[in-house]
Every structure is written in C-alpha cells, then in structure tokens.
C-alpha cells in the first residue's frame, strides 16, 4: 500500500512538471504570435495611410530600377582564385624541422634504501605536538592589598576546584538513547 502511494505521487509530480514545461513553450511561441498580430493588423495600415506623405519616398516607383536585392546579390558570387605557386624554399628541408629526433628516455627502478624505513630521520613534525605545560599562579602578596585598588575593603578567598567525577547516569544507554 505504501509502495503505491509512492508510485502514484512520483508519477503525479512526473505529471506536473511535464504539464509546466509544455504551457511554457506554449507562452513562448504565444509571445511571438501575438507580436506578429499587432504587427500586421489592419489598424497599423489604416494608420500609416492615414499619416501625412508629404515627404518624398525613398523607395523607387519604377519597375526596372535596381532593387535591395540586386545590391546584395554580388556578396553571393562565386569568387574565383588564383592558382598558387609552389616557390623554391617550399620545398627546401632545412626550412622545416622534418629531421627532428625525440629519443624515448627511460628511467631505472626506484630502490628502497636502509634510511628510508629508519623512522629516526622521520621525526620532525614530533617537535609541532609536544604539550607546553606553564607554572601554576599564585596569589602575591600586592594582589591582596586594598591599597592597590582604592577599595576600602576587600575580601579575598581562595577556591579551590575538586575533580569531576563521572557518574552513573553519563555512561547510561538510556539516557543517551544509543
């Protein structure tokens, strides 16, 4: 039964990404529709016939001038070229490196050697891990005068911190639920 509910969101959340994905394309291709209606509609025309042409026209009103096209057409021409000629230090083989050797190189087996298992030369990251241990405070006797301080009266006591001790309940596995 679990399985099933499973399946069936899987292929729901299938369903609805496909479903998303296609109304977007469809918006898309639906933008440029609509910007092509509003380009090609019958008010625009009405509108530029409608404006003023008082101005002259670029563009020829004889049938046999040269139009846009004629211009570009001599891009699409087939350009013919050249036959090459082959020149005398074309042919020479000092101009090219064609003589060149490359000799393979090869190497000879790596061998352990007696120092390279000797730990002894191998302990210089030793000197990074050894614990710096500092002297312990004490209290001196200016640290007990009030003069010091400006404090009329000052009351020092010295505590003093037991070790903790581990009890029952820390090591219980209920407790920890492990």
Not at 42 to 47: D, H, R, V
Not at 64 to 91: C, G, I, Q, R
Request: proline residues 1%; hydrophobic residues 40%.
């Amino acid at each position: 039964m679990k399985t099933r509910n499973n399946v069936q969101k899987a292929i729901t959340k299938s369903l609805a990404v496909i479903i998303s994905l296609v109304l977007i394309s469809i918006t898309v291709n639906a933008q440029d529709f609509w910007r092509t209606v509003l380009e090609n509609n019958s008010f625009s025309q009405i509108a530029m016939v409608m404006t003023d042409n008082s101005e002259a026209s670029t563009a020829s009103t004889d049938a046999t001038a040269t139009t846009d096209m004629s211009a570009y057409a001599k891009y699409a021409e087939v350009e013919t070229e050249e036959a090459l000629d082959v020149e005398n230090w074309m042919l020479t083989e000092n101009t090219f490196y064609s003589t060149v050797s490359v000799a393979t190189e090869t190497e000879s087996a790596l061998e352990v050697e007696n120092w390279m298992t000797n730990e002894s030369f191998f302990d210089g990251m030793a000197s990074y891990f050894k614990v710096e241990t500092e002297e312990a405070l004490e209290v001196e006797d200016w640290m007990q005068n009030t003069d010091y301080f400006g404090v009329p009266s000052v009351n020092i006591e010295e505590e003093t911190e037991t070790g903790l001790e581990l009890e029952a309940w820390m090591t219980d596995e209920k407790t920890w639920n492990i």
